[in-house]
DNA sequence: GCTTCCATGTAATAGGTTACATGATTTG
DNA sequence: CAAATCATGTAACCTATTACATGGAAGC
């Protein structure tokens, strides 16, 4: 339901930005982990909101680095805003292939599931120390509260893959005596 | 990098199945909640899939209910599925509107946050509740892993939603008020 | 010297979703 | 009587990802 334009919208109302800093809050940013945009769809969004006159632009020039266009939303495109805000979200969608892998562990060869487990905490550990440096910075109660969600669920995920990872693992044994020299 | 067609080959290798039975296993089955794929792309994948010699089927009448496909993996299908899952899984994916919302609390009328939060709790205990079946009914380690792993996210993000809904909904103590009456 | 960061943008492609078409039967 | 279930399939559409193009500066 909402698509990259209107993700936009939701950023530009939190302060002027650029495409680049934009997609920069979909990996890091407060909207991080749970939103995603590329460049090849933000700045044809960017663009096109400008022709409709949900946005402007200012011309910015820096020393050493590329020029910018700093985006604003105009009122029309804060209404337009709160507007979309009066729908209902879409569900959540999760999709995790290390789960799709982990349902067919007994097919893989030896050690290669420890392998994956090690590789999905690392990865999910990355992502809990991204998210408690974000909730220490949060501004708002909205910022707080979603910080708050994913660290509640990375947690959960992280002591769950380490206390039954020997349900996917015990298969190959082998491996693991291997490993354990 | 998984795409239907490799999701197919994955369902097959658990046993025999129709498009329209494959279909279901994405939305309560073993795979529900964590992958996706529609009646769209699933039987054309099933097609191409037979023609490139890695599935076969036979037709299965019945009475009262339309003829059924069903599918099974050829030798050549078993061993390309097996060759698929020695590639590494993606990342997972988190796309929540929900969470979105949540950033703009502020921006909604009074109680809508509430009502927002309410319905997602309902979609989340709802999935619990499939999941908790499904645990029940799993055959094999991965299937328990697995869906041990949705019970403790689902369990996780229950827990936190009902702990921290005051933080997005103080601002529309009106509408509380209201509410409570 | 190589890689990464900053910064914007286009074009081709691929992939899947949505909607449509059909129809008998069971359930509410 | 209406709606949901079972069952397969096609076609139009759309959206977004990927790759490409460009280029200076700073860090390693």
């Known amino acids: 339901m909402l698509d990259v334009r209107t993700l936009c919208l939701g950023v530009l109302h939190r302060g002027d930005s650029t495409g680049y800093e934009i997609k920069k809050m979909f990996e890091e940013g407060p909207f991080g982990h749970f939103l995603e945009a590329s460049y090849g769809s933000i700045y044809p969004a960017l663009t096109r909101l400008t022709e409709e006159g949900l946005l402007s632009f200012r011309d910015e020039r820096q020393k050493g680095r590329p020029d910018k266009k700093v ?3 105009t009122d029309r495109g804060r209404t337009r805003f709160k507007e979309a805000l009066l729908g209902q979200p879409a569900e959540d969608k999760f999709r995790s292939e290390f789960l799709f ?3 067919f562990a007994e097919l893989l060869p030896p050690g290669h599931m420890a392998r994956l487990i090690d590789r999905q905490l690392a990865l999910i ?3 809990a ?3 408690e440096d974000r909730q220490a910075h949060a501004k708002t109660d909205g910022a ?4 708050g969600f994913g660290q509640a669920l990375y947690h959960a995920a992280i002591e769950y893959l380490e206390n039954n990872r020997t349900m996917l693992e015990q298969e190959d ?3 693991q005596l ?3 020299q």
Not at 144 to 147: D, G, H, I, Q
Request: no cysteine.
């Open 129 to 131: 120390r991204v998210i």
């Open 125 to 127: 550990k990355d992502k």
């Open 71 to 73: 985006y604003t939303l």
């Open 173 to 175: 044994s082998v491996g």
């Open 178 to 180: 291997q490993n354990a």
């Open 144 to 147: 707080r509260f979603v910080s």
């Open 101 to 103: 892998f982990s349902l």
